[in-house]
């Protein structure tokens, strides 16, 4: 049981690299459409300049910190604001519009609102649970 409680938060870390660098990868790949996206929200179209870099940024800098177990809490810290500040988002465009443009990239942007909205609930939940077992159960790394 001991072994779980350590590979729940290194299974996670994995998971969040694999997700962060698969949607990073898909702005920067579409990064004018990912630009016009941003440019159409309500809530960000006043951020279109220098968001659609930092949200790129900071999903690679957040894999890159779950990549390494003395930088795994950190980045496990990071993972779980940057999933709610993306959470809380969907909620408050759900709540003013339903017929807005998803700037998330690939496969996730083939969600509807709701289905992004549920996912994103799960990666909350997801990365608040390897926190916590990463925060009980790992040892200080060498």
């Known amino acids: 049981m001991k072994y779980l409680k350590k590979i729940i938060p290194f299974s996670v870390s994995i998971f969040f690299v694999i997700l962060f660098c698969y949607a990073a990868i898909s702005k920067v790949l ?33 894999a890159g910190l779950l990549c390494y177990r003395k930088t795994r809490t950190i980045g496990l810290i990071g993972c779980l604001i940057l999933m709610l500040i993306f959470t809380i988002y969907i909620a408050l465009l759900l709540s003013k519009s339903k017929n807005l443009p998803c700037s998330c990239g690939g496969i996730l942007e083939k969600m509807s609102w709701h289905q ?15 926190l916590g077992l990463n925060l009980r159960y790992s040892r200080p790394a060498d």
């Open 116 to 130: 992004h909205l549920y996912f994103n609930i799960g990666c909350v939940i997801l990365s608040s649970i390897a």
């Open 30 to 62: 579409d990064f004018e459409n990912f630009q016009v996206q941003i440019s159409a929200s309500p809530l960000l179209n006043g951020f279109s300049q220098f968001l659609p870099y930092t949200i790129i940024i900071v999903e690679v800098i957040i």
